[in-house]
């Protein structure tokens, strides 16, 4: 697996390629008006689209589809350098027609066996997750 | 710090979006035909852009400026589930009138001290880098 970084302008404005035609925008000239995401922004849309991934195919694996399926992530950085993430918390919200313990132990085995990006932060981050099903906390 | 995932179809094309109006495509829909990026591939554009950021701002602090700076990044996953990677080799380009110690200096400081995203990788991937400026190997 291989990712190109090229410069954008002369300041830090970068365009990151997957070598599969995929670019995103990194910007951290501004604070204010940034052309981009931030790199620490990525591990966390990384691993809410990893463990997404697992989620939904997992229940897929058992018949059971989500009609709607969404993720916040929010991850807390250390004050000092180098400002690792401490804490990361993920915020489930799924709906459809699927058992309670079916919904949770998809979760489960996301975070706790399969998703990789999980498995990378877990080392420093001590990672929770909630899940919301059909908006009732279970 | 916080991040929104979105389902954009029944499989596994997902929007994160970053709060700040920038979002990123993920798809493992198909392998053939993705319609965005993986998530092992954000840690890998993460750790180019956390340590492009340094290496650029590190030299514009001795007025040192790159007339061009490219990346190069590769990472090894390991067969079994967690697919974690095990390896993560950085290639880094840069041209300018930069002596050969201070471009060296700038990387080392970003990988070894303050790279965020590389400091978290590292506690599973083993992190190497080299340097090319102005074409030659250092």
Do not use: W
């Not at 990384?46 to 463990?51: E, F, P």
Request: aromatic share 6%; charged share 30%.
């Amino acid at each position: 697996m291989k990712i190109t970084l090229n410069r954008l302008n002369n300041n830090y404005h970068f365009n990151l390629e997957n070598g599969r035609g995929h670019s995103v925008q990194l910007d951290n000239t501004s604070v204010e008006n940034p052309k981009g995401a931030s790199p620490m922004e990525l591990l966390l849309m990384g691993i809410a689209g990893c463990s997404g991934i697992d989620i939904v195919s997992i229940l897929k694996k058992q018949h059971l589809e989500l009609s709607d399926f969404k993720m916040e992530v929010e991850g807390k950085r250390r004050d000092e350098v180098p400002k690792v993430f401490t804490e990361i918390h993920l915020k489930i919200f799924m709906k459809g027609k699927i058992p309670e313990n079916k919904a949770k132990r998809a979760v489960d085995l996301s975070i706790e066996k399969y998703c990789s990006v999980s498995k990378m932060l877990e080392k420093t981050a001590k990672i929770t997750y909630e899940i919301l099903l059909n908006g009732k906390k279970i």
